[in-house]
């Protein structure tokens, strides 16, 4: 199985990227594709832009990771309830390719923030508007109160019952059946 694995920012020192690359160890006989979006670098989307120039390479280099994916694992980090304006950028800009941005692939959706919300705002968003996209959510979850559950030193989750609601999110991507 081939994991397609990012973090929806481009903070270097995101705790969602600590949270995805830790979920990424989670899943056996996986070959982890691990995507930094701050190697997609593209100017913020504008029609004007698309009609002088096209859709930027690296928006097409950013959906050939997705097209050779068999599932996504992403983690969203929350800006004021919403998106990262990386992961939209790019997100628009891999919409203008077409709508089937996901690909029809199986994803697992994850949020952290250091507070008690977990981002749970930019989960709830990302959910809803993935099908529209072509996206086949098939797990979730958010991790609240990030420095109170997760040892940074360790890079891992230290509250036991957050670990095994990940474990079983991440247990979706067995039950597929076209992912062998």
């Known amino acids: 199985m081939k994991v397609l694995t990012f973090a929806a920012t481009n903070s270097r020192k995101s705790i969602n990227k600590q949270l995805v690359k830790y979920a990424a160890t989670k899943l056996a006989n996986a070959e982890i594709d691990y995507v930094e979006i701050n190697d997609f670098d593209l100017p913020i989307y504008n029609i004007d832009l698309e009609e002088q120039y096209g859709i930027p390479k690296c928006a097409h280099a950013f959906q050939a990771r997705i097209e050779q994916a068999d599932v996504i694992l992403v983690s969203f980090a929350e800006h ?11 997100f628009d800009w891999m919409s203008r390719i077409g709508r089937n941005v996901y690909r029809d692939k199986p994803i697992v959706m994850l949020a952290t923030t250091p507070g008690p919300g977990g981002g749970n705002t930019v989960l ?4 809803t508007a993935a099908p529209f ?33 990940l474990e079983q999110v991440l247990s979706a991507f067995a039950s597929e059946p076209q992912i062998t």
């Open 133 to 165: 996209f072509n996206g086949k959510v098939v797990g979730s979850l958010s991790i609240p109160s990030f420095f109170d559950n997760f040892d940074v030193d360790r890079g891992e989750l230290t509250n036991s019952d957050l670990v095994e609601k």
């Open 124 to 127: 709830k968003l990302a959910e």
């Open 80 to 90: 004021n309830g919403n998106f990262t304006v990386a992961f939209k950028n790019i």
